[in-house]
T-cell receptor
């Protein structure tokens, strides 16, 4: 049973566009929702994370929107750049649950 | 500060061979994890160790064993490799399981079983 469902599987945007990646979860015990960024040949690295007591968090060009009632959260990348081309993973965890990942979204930002 | 170090980076095995993937972290983290990454499947947890001396199965443990050698090191062993174990393996560490803190990943081991 997939605990975190991520979409789309791949995404292509032009430079300056705003790609949006969506995730949904079922387990209401989750209380920590990070996004990881992975470049080819590298391990994933934490990009930004949110807790369910806030509806939005911004760090630079990256924004997480969180909808607790719908059990959904999404990543928005403002003014996307070719250097943002990577695979993005949403994840979720709680005090009693291990970190579980979505299946990933491969983002390509064309010049 | 090296973070999480995995060895080897690449490995080719024949079906039935055994090998051990090594992982070490220098951040004094309590929890360590082994994931495998396959195309379209995301990161799937194989085994984890919440603290030194404990290990538990994750989502896909069959065909693997682990050893938490000490607080720094967590190894993954394939006793009899199968082509289905061809994957990229990532080790990760975290301050402690359940803590809302960052998980740090190694660079990965790309394993091919022929």
């Amino acid at each position: 049973q997939q605990q975190v469902k991520q979409s789309p599987q791949s995404l292509i945007v032009q430079k300056g566009g705003i790609p949006i990646i969506n995730c949904a979860y079922e387990n209401t015990a989750f209380d920590y929702f990070p996004w990881y960024q992975q470049f080819p040949g590298k391990g994933p690295a934490l990009l930004i994370a949110i807790r369910p007591d806030v509806s939005e968090k911004k760090e630079g060009r990256f924004t997480i929107s969180f909808n607790k009632s719908a059990k959904q959260f999404s990543l928005h990348i403002m003014d996307s750049q070719p250097g943002d081309s990577a695979t993005y993973f949403c994840a979720a965890s709680s005090g009693s649950e291990k970190l579980v990942f979505g299946k990933g979204t491969k983002l390509t930002v064309n010049p | 500060n090296a973070g999480v170090t995995q060895t080897p980076k690449f490995q080719v095995l024949k079906t039935g061979q055994s090998m051990t993937l090594q992982c070490a972290q220098d951040m004094n983290h309590n929890s360590m994890y082994w994931y495998r990454q396959d195309p379209g499947m995301g990161l799937r947890l194989i085994y984890y160790s919440a603290s030194e001396g404990t290990t538990d199965k994750g989502e896909v443990p069959n065909g693997y064993n682990v050893s938490r050698l000490n607080k720094r090191e967590f190894s993954l062993r394939l006793e009899s490799a199968a082509p289905s174990q061809t994957s990229v393996y990532f080790c990760a560490s975290k301050l402690r399981t359940g803590a809302n803190t960052e998980a740090f990943f190694g660079q990965g081991t790309r394993l091919t079983v022929v």
